[in-house]
C-alpha cells in the first residue's frame, strides 16, 4: 500500500480491510517478529551431516516432522550455484575443474573465499539491493523538468563498493539514511552517495507529500519488514503502528532538503581533458541561461517596456486582478508583474510620492487635457513633484495622459543607466526600478517567478540541457544524491484523513513505539535522521537483521523463510525454520554485522549443498519446499542471464562503475546488465518479459513468470542470435581445423561449463549434419546448434 495509489482509493481499500484498529501494544509480547533476538545455543541433539549452527537447527526441525534432506550436490552443481549466486555469472570451466578435483579438506571454503572476494560479488549483490531501493536513474513524469537524475549511477557504484568492502550492514543502513552525518562528522565524502537509497525514488509530479511516503515506505519495508505506509490515512489495521507514529516519521523527512548543488565525492582530476571539456561545456551553457535572465532583465526596465505597463497600469486602474492579467497576456507582458505595477502606481499615489504627484493629479483631468486646466493644476502641485519629471512633462507639452506615461517610462528608464547615488533627483527615480518593493526590483535570477509560459519554458529547456550535460558528459565529478537537515526542522502535523489540507494535531519527530517502547523520547539531532537511522542498525531492535537474513536467505535458496520479505508484521505467520531465522540473524549482529560472515555461514551449510532433487518423503510431507528440503531450481534473472550470453562468448566488459548505459539496443553494449539504464517511466517491454523489478516502489521480491514471450525471444531475440552467431563461428572454425567432436565439447564448456558425454556429442554432431542438409544459406549449423544450447533449460537454470 503505497503513496503512489490515489489516496481516496488507498483509504477506502485499508479501510475495507478490517473492522477495528490495532493499537500500540497489541501483539508485541507474543508475536514472534517483535520478540528479542536471543541467543540460541544449539539443539540437544546435533546430527553428524550438520556443518554448522544452521543445519543443526534445521535438521532439528526435519527431525520433528520426519522430513529427509536431499543428497548433497556434486562440486560442478555446486561451482554452477556458487558463482551464479555471488557473481551472477558462469564460472570458467577451467575454475570448476580444478575445484571438482581439489583434495583439500578445506576446496569448498578455498573455492567460496575467492568468489568472495571478487568485484563481481559486490556488482552481483548490488543489484540485490537496488531492487529494494526501487532505483531508477530518472525521476518518471514531471512534466518539462529533466527527468535524468544526474548522479543515480553514484549510488549504484556506492552498493558495489559497499558489498566488496563488507562495509557492515549497520553502517550500510546507517550511510543510507543520514550519509550527511557520517560525511561531515568523519571526513568520509563517499558515503554522499549512499543517501540515494532515499533520493532516487518517483517524483509522483513532485508532489511532496507523495515523495515522503515513497520514502517512509522504502525505509520501513525495505529496512524493517513493517508497512507503516499503510498508516498514512489511519491507524494501521493490523499491526500496532497508529498514525501518528507515520506522521513522527512524515517530520523527519520533511525537515530534510535536497540541496541543488550536490557534494562532490572527492576531488575530481582537474588536469584531465575530459573534466576540462566538461567546465567548458557546463559554462557555456551556463552563460547561455544566465544571457537569457539578463536580456529579459534589461529589458523589463527599458522605456519602451516600462511604457507598455505604464499605460495598463493607468486604463486598468479600476480593473479586477483577472482583467489585468488577461490584458497582460494579450499584449504579451508579465501578468504578476503589470498587476504589481498598477498596485504600486496606485499606492504612491496615496502616499504622495513626490515622483507620482504630478502622474495622479493629471490623470483626474479630462482626457486629452484642456490647457489651461493642465497647465494650473502642474502649477498648484510644483513644490510637491519630483523636479526632473514635472519639468520633463512641462517641456514635452502633455495633452494626454499617453503623453504623460511616455514622459515617465523614458525619464525613469534614463535613470537607470545614470550613476547611482550621483544626482539625489535621479537617483529618487531609479529606486522606482531597483528597489526592492520594485515590480522590477528583482535580480536577474529571480526573474522566472513572473515570466509567462513561453518563457519560462524556454528557461526550462535550457536548464534541460545543462543538466543532461552534467549527468552524461564524460568528465563531469561524481557527487552524490543527498539529502541535508533544515536548519529549522519541522514539527509535524497528522494530516486527517491523510489530506495534507486537514491539518491535525501536531506530533513529535521520534521512533515507532512498537519497536522503541512507551519511553521513547523525541529526535533531537537536526531532522531526525541520524536517531533514526541509529534505532534501525541497532542490536537492540528485533526486525533489521531478521528482515535483511530473510533476503539473503531468499536470494540463494530462491525463496524466503518468512514468505512476506518486506511485511513481517502481525498478519505474518512464523517460519518453519524460525530457530534458524534467528540463528542467523543473533550471529550475524554478534560478528559486527559483516554480510560476507552472514554469506559464508550459510553457503557453508548442508542445506545450501543440498542437490534440486527431492526425496519421496519430503515431496509428500514439504511438497512447498518451506522446510528446505531440497535446493530449488532456480531460472536466472535477466541480469545473470543476459551477463551469461555475453561471458559465455568471451564479449563481456568487466570495466566497473561510471554512467549507466543503453544495454538493449543495437549495437549491444558489452556492459554488464548492472550498469543498464533504468528508465522508471517507460520501463522496457523486454525487462519486465524477464520479471526485472519494478523500479515505481519497493520490490520486496520478483515475479517468476513462465510466459511465451521469453521463449520467444531466446527464439528470436537478436542479442542471443548474435552471441549464437559470434560462438557458432568459433565452433566451425574449432570443427574444421581439428574436428566436429571438439566443437561439440568446446561449446558444452563454454556454455553449459561442463564435458558433454558420448551420447550429447553424437546428438551434436548429427544435429549439424541435419542442419548442413537443410540449410538455406541463412544460418550456419553452427550458429543454429550454439542457439538450441543457449536457449536450453540447463543454460537457463541453476541446479
Given at each position: 500500500m503505497n503513496g503512489h495509489l490515489p489516496l481516496l482509493a488507498l483509504s477506502l481499500f485499508c479501510l475495507a480491510l478490517a473492522p477495528a484498529h490495532a493499537q500500540p501494544g497489541d501483539a508485541e509480547p507474543d508475536h514472534w517478529a517483535?520478540?528479542?533476538?536471543?541467543?540460541?545455543?544449539?539443539?540437544?541433539?546435533?546430527?553428524?551431516?550438520?556443518?554448522?549452527?544452521?543445519?543443526?537447527?534445521?535438521?532439528?526441525?526435519?527431525?520433528?516432522?520426519?522430513?529427509?534432506?536431499?543428497?548433497?550436490?556434486?562440486?560442478?552443481?555446486?561451482?554452477?550455484?556458487?558463482?551464479?549466486?555471488?557473481?551472477?555469472?558462469?564460472?570458467?570451466?577451467?575454475d570448476v575443474e580444478a575445484f571438482a578435483v581439489d583434495p583439500s579438506p578445506n576446496a569448498y571454503g578455498r573455492h567460496l573465499d575467492r568468489l568472495l572476494a571478487?568485484?563481481?560479488?559486490?556488482?552481483?549483490?548490488?543489484?540485490?539491493?537496488?531492487?529494494?531501493?526501487?532505483?531508477?536513474?530518472?525521476?518518471?513524469?514531471?512534466?518539462?523538468?529533466?527527468?535524468?537524475?544526474?548522479?543515480?549511477?553514484?549510488?549504484?557504484?556506492?552498493?558495489?563498493?559497499?558489498?566488496?568492502?563488507?562495509?557492515?550492514?549497520?553502517?550500510?543502513?546507517?550511510?543510507?539514511?543520514?550519509?550527511?552525518?557520517?560525511?561531515?562528522?568523519?571526513?568520509?565524502?563517499?558515503?554522499?552517495a549512499a543517501m540515494g537509497f532515499l533520493t532516487l525514488g518517483r517524483r509522483f509530479l513532485n508532489r511532496q507529500p507523495d515523495i515522503i511516503d515513497d520514502r517512509i515506505d522504502v525505509v520501513t519495508r525495505g529496512m524493517l519488514g513493517?508497512?507503516?505506509?499503510?498508516?498514512?490515512?489511519?491507524d494501521h489495521k493490523f499491526d500496532p503502528i497508529p498514525i501518528e507514529d507515520y506522521y513522527s516519521l512524515y517530520g523527519v523527512f520533511a525537515s530534510s532538503y535536497e540541496p541543488d548543488e550536490k557534494p562532490l565525492l572527492g576531488q575530481p582530476d582537474t588536469a584531465s581533458p575530459a573534466y576540462q571539456d566538461f567546465i567548458r561545456e557546463s559554462e557555456e551553457r551556463q552563460a547561455k541561461i544566465d544571457e537569457f535572465f539578463r536580456v529579459r532583465h534589461e529589458k523589463l526596465r527599458s522605456a519602451s517596456v516600462l511604457q507598455a505597463y505604464f499605460k495598463l497600469a493607468h486604463e486598468g486602474r479600476e480593473w479586477d486582478k483577472p482583467a489585468i492579467e488577461s490584458r497582460a497576456q494579450r499584449e504579451k507582458l508579465y501578468q504578476k508583474t503589470a498587476v504589481q505595477w498598477r498596485d504600486?502606481?496606485?499606492?504612491?499615489?496615496?502616499?504622495?510620492?513626490?515622483?507620482?504627484?504630478?502622474?495622479?493629479?493629471?490623470?483626474?483631468l479630462p482626457d486629452p487635457f484642456p490647457a489651461e486646466t493642465r497647465d494650473r493644476v502642474l502649477e498648484e502641485i510644483r513644490q510637491k513633484s519630483h523636479p526632473a519629471l514635472w519639468k520633463a512633462i512641462g517641456d514635452a507639452d502633455a495633452k494626454s495622459m499617453n503623453d504623460v506615461i511616455e514622459v515617465y517610462a523614458r525619464e525613469i528608464a534614463a535613470a537607470n543607466h545614470s550613476e547611482p547615488h550621483a544626482d539625489p533627483d535621479r537617483e529618487s527615480l531609479r529606486q522606482l526600478l531597483v528597489s526592492r518593493d520594485s515590480p522590477t526590483g528583482l535580480q536577474p535570477e529571480q526573474l522566472y517567478r513572473i515570466f509567462n509560459t513561453p518563457d519560462q519554458e524556454a528557461v526550462r529547456r535550457l536548464r534541460r540541457e545543462l543538466k543532461k550535460h552534467q549527468a552524461m558528459a564524460p568528465g563531469a565529478p561524481p557527487r552524490g544524491m543527498v539529502m541535508l537537515d533544515r536548519d529549522r526542522p519541522v514539527d509535524p502535523h497528522v494530516f486527517v484523513r491523510g489530506n495534507p489540507r486537514s491539518r491535525g494535531k501536531q506530533v513529535p519527530r521520534q521512533y515507532l513505539q512498537v519497536l522503541a517502547g512507551t519511553d521513547r523520547q523525541p529526535f533531537e539531532k537536526g531532522s531526525g535522521r541520524y536517531e533514526l537511522a541509529q534505532a534501525i542498525a541497532s542490536t537492540d531492535n528485533p526486525l533489521t537483521a531478521r528482515v535483511f537474513v530473510n533476503r539473503v536467505w531468499m536470494h540463494f535458496f530462491g525463496q524466503p523463510m518468512v514468505t512476506s520479505p518486506s511485511d513481517f508484521g502481525v498478519r505474518t505467520e512464523a517460519p518453519k525454520l524460525l530457530h534458524v531465522l534467528d540463528q542467523l540473524a543473533g550471529d550475524f549482529m554478534r560478528h559486527g554485522w559483516s554480510v560476507k560472515r552472514l554469506h559464508r555461514e550459510i553457503l557453508h551449510s548442508a542445506v545450501y549443498r543440498q542437490a534440486s532433487l527431492a526425496q519421496p518423503a519430503a515431496l509428500t510431507g514439504d511438497p512447498e519446499n518451506r522446510a528446505f528440503t531440497r535446493m530449488r531450481r532456480q531460472r536466472l534473472g535477466?541480469?545473470?542471464?543476459?551477463?551469461?550470453?555475453?561471458?559465455?562468448?568471451?564479449?563481456?566488459?568487466?570495466?566497473?562503475?561510471?554512467?549507466?548505459?543503453?544495454?538493449?539496443?543495437?549495437?549491444?553494449?558489452?556492459?554488464?546488465?548492472?550498469?543498464?539504464?533504468?528508465?522508471?517511466?517507460?520501463?522496457?517491454?523486454?525487462?519486465?518479459?524477464?520479471d526485472l523489478a519494478s523500479p515505481d516502489a519497493h520490490t520486496p521480491r520478483r515475479l517468476e513468470t513462465m510466459v511465451p514471450q521469453q521463449a520467444l525471444y531466446m527464439m528470436n531475440g537478436p542479442l542471443v542470435d548474435s552471441r549464437a552467431k559470434h560462438v557458432g563461428a568459433h565452433a566451425a572454425t574449432l570443427s574444421n581445423t581439428r574436428s566436429p567432436r571438439e566443437a561439440v565439447r568446446d561449446l558444452y564448456r563454454r556454455l553449459l561449463v561442463r564435458e558433454p558425454d558420448e551420447e550429447e556429442i553424437s546428438l551434436g554432431i548429427a544435429f549439424v549434419q541435419t542442419e548442413k542438409s537443410q540449410s538455406d544459406g541463412g544460418t550456419s549449423p553452427w550458429q543454429a546448434y550454439a542457439h538450441a544450447l543457449l536457449s536450453s533449460n540447463e543454460f537457463l537454470f541453476i541446479d
Open positions: 517483535f520478540r528479542p533476538v536471543r541467543p540460541l545455543g544449539l539443539p540437544s541433539e546435533i546430527r553428524p551431516t550438520a556443518e554448522n549452527a544452521v543445519d543443526a537447527w534445521h535438521q532439528d526441525r526435519l527431525a520433528g516432522d520426519d522430513l529427509p534432506m536431499a543428497g548433497r550436490a556434486s562440486r560442478r552443481v555446486l561451482a554452477r550455484r556458487l558463482a551464479f549466486h555471488l557473481h551472477g555469472l558462469p564460472p570458467a570451466f577451467a571478487s568485484p563481481r560479488y559486490g556488482e552481483r549483490w548490488a543489484r540485490h539491493w537496488m531492487d529494494v531501493a526501487r532505483y531508477a536513474d530518472n525521476k518518471g513524469y514531471v512534466f518539462q523538468e529533466e527527468r535524468r537524475y544526474p548522479y543515480a549511477y553514484t549510488y549504484r557504484d556506492w552498493l558495489v563498493s559497499a558489498f566488496n568492502a563488507d562495509l557492515p550492514f549497520d553502517d550500510f543502513i546507517v550511510q543510507q539514511l543520514a550519509g550527511d552525518h557520517v560525511a561531515q562528522s568523519s571526513d568520509a565524502p563517499h558515503a554522499y513493517l508497512t507503516v505506509a499503510c498508516a498514512r490515512c489511519h504600486r502606481i496606485s499606492k504612491l499615489g496615496e502616499e504622495n510620492h513626490p515622483a507620482f504627484t504630478p502622474w495622479h493629479a493629471l490623470a483626474a535477466f541480469e545473470a542471464m543476459r551477463d551469461s550470453l555475453l561471458a559465455s562468448s568471451n564479449t563481456l566488459d568487466l570495466q566497473t562503475g561510471g554512467q549507466p548505459v543503453d544495454i538493449l539496443s543495437e549495437p549491444f553494449s558489452r556492459r554488464r546488465s548492472l550498469y543498464g539504464f533504468i528508465d522508471r517511466q517507460n520501463l522496457p517491454g523486454t525487462f519486465r518479459t524477464f
